[in-house]
């Protein structure tokens, strides 16, 4: 069983940055993604990355601002983010990859989110 902690939202004016962490416990051999949630939409894929780090994938909406990483010594993976719109104003949620594609159904073990607000 794998759980995850999403930390290191908050708010920011457009334009800047923020990283934000996914602590896993338990079984760490996975994929990871993360994901968004704006306020009455679904819920939208962000950026993947595979278990070792070596393959990484991203929404067109955030690719050359949004990196994603993982230090699998320390458990953790990430997101930073860079040139933040207000349109990246979401509920960001981690989980595990459990399929192939980047649909929600794929994906699962979700951590509780972490709010990221970026304001004009």
């Known amino acids: 069983q794998v759980h995850l902690v999403e930390s290191g939202g908050g708010l920011v004016q457009a334009g800047g940055s923020l990283r934000l962490s996914c602590a896993v416990s338990g079984r760490t051999f996975y994929d990871m993604g993360w994901f968004r949630q704006a306020p009455e939409k679904e819920r939208e894929f962000v950026a993947a990355i595979s278990w070792s780090g070596s393959s990484t994938y991203y929404a067109d909406s955030v690719k050359g601002r949004f990196t994603i990483s993982r230090d699998n010594a320390k458990n953790t993976v990430y997101l930073q983010m860079n040139s933040l719109k207000p349109e990246d104003t979401a509920v960001y949620y981690c989980?595990?990859?459990?399929?192939?594609?980047?649909?929600?159904?794929?994906?699962?073990?979700w951590g509780q989110g972490t709010q990221v607000t970026v304001s004009s």
């Open positions: 989980a595990v990859r459990l399929g192939s594609s980047f649909r929600v159904t794929d994906f699962g073990s």
